[in-house]
């Protein structure tokens, strides 16, 4: 429909018709999702109706306004899905926008068809980052807050290349660091002490393979879960290899982690920088690892972030919080230190 003068301010009013989706998936419960997008568009006046959404303002809005409804409708038909996360990455800047077309226009894959007829995708944009990178290199760093999906789209990568026989084992570990509690207290055996930090392996684990299949898997080694430390001395042949929680590694354990690297393998490390548990006077074997390999060919970096966060919408509003005292934290010192120089 052509876009129609409105009065004397140049404002104009157009409808679309939006019925290739359901309004509820596109706009929400209670419109939720659309207040949202309002919130993008705070110089044009949306208003929803059925199968139809009328814009009124500015031509030159409106016309950039039905480029991003386009992509949330393409999105939401081709992922049957979209979070308000999406549609905050789908309104962004064009950079990301053109590469969020081109994922939709590649094939919807399915990672893993887990247990109980679940169907694993990636879900979010540095989600299908990773699932390419891991086609492309064997070293990757999957870095980001949490929330994000990591962890569970590593283990979905890795039962994926079990089950299609490009490795012949899968291996998790990750640093049995004690964030603000001490391990000598917890009751059991070692085992029973060093679990609870294994645990979202495991959770992940069982969305993938049914619990017998699982069973059978770690009895005879084809699953290994365990600390980084037991990771010392060994050689990873035709293995995927899994290092979670990696920003609580020292340096000494993550140079002995990625030196463990055999024929046929796949590396894949995630971590927060902004977590580290360790002592203060013990520094990040990650942080370390992510400026000496950053020039590295053959390792991947893939950077999420709160745009990619699937967990409560809070989780969300909660990394941009803290992100936000970084941020200011890092201008203040910034501006400290040119104050000190023209001093």
């Known amino acids: 429909m052509a876009v129609k003068p409105r009065n004397k301010r140049n404002l104009s009013e157009k409808t679309i018709e939006i019925s290739k989706v359901d309004p509820l998936d596109l706009f929400g419960v209670n419109d939720k999702k659309l207040k949202l997008i309002r919130s993008r568009f705070p110089e044009l006046k949306l208003v ?27 999105h939401l038909t081709k992922f049957k899905e979209l979070s308000e996360n999406n549609i905050e990455r789908l309104l962004e800047a064009d950079k990301v926008t053109e590469d969020l077309k081109v994922q939709m226009q590649e094939k919807d894959e399915v990672l893993f068809y887990g247990n109980h007829g679940l169907l694993i995708k990636a879900r979010t944009f540095n989600q299908r980052k990773l699932v390419k990178s891991v ?46 509690e001490n391990l000598g207290f917890l009751p059991g055996d070692v085992k029973e002490k060093l679990d609870p930090y294994l645990q979202p392996l495991y959770d992940a684990l069982h969305d993938m393979f049914p619990a017998e299949k699982l069973n059978e898997y770690m009895e005879n080694g084809v699953v290994q879960i365990a600390p980084l430390a037991y990771m010392r001395g060994r050689t990873l042949d035709n293995a995927f290899v899994i290092l979670d929680e990696a920003q609580n590694a020292s340096r000494s354990q993550f140079k002995m982690f990625l030196t463990r690297m055999g024929k046929n393998a796949k590396f894949l490390v995630t971590g927060d920088a902004s977590q580290v548990d360790l002592p203060s006077n013990q520094p990040s074997g990650l942080l370390q690892a992510m400026q000496i390999l950053k020039n590295t060919k053959g390792i991947d970096f893939i950077h999420f972030d709160g745009r990619d966060v699937i967990r409560h919408a809070l989780v969300k509003k909660i990394i941009d919080a803290y992100d936000m005292i970084e941020k200011n934290k890092a201008k203040s010192k910034e501006d400290k230190e040119d104050k000190e120089e023209k001093e």
Do not use: W
Request: glycine residues 10%.
């Open 48 to 74: 929803s109706r059925g199968g139809k959404i009328k814009a009124i303002g500015e031509a030159k809005d409106i016309a950039q306004f039905e480029v991003k409804l386009n992509l949330l409708i393409q």
């Open 135 to 180: 086609d492309k290199h064997d070293m990757i760093f999957a870095l980001g807050p949490a929330g994000t999906g990591k962890t569970y789209t590593a283990v979905a990568l890795a039962a994926r290349a079990l089950k299609n026989k490009e490795v012949r084992k899968i291996i998790l570990c990750r640093p049995a660091v004690e964030a603000g």
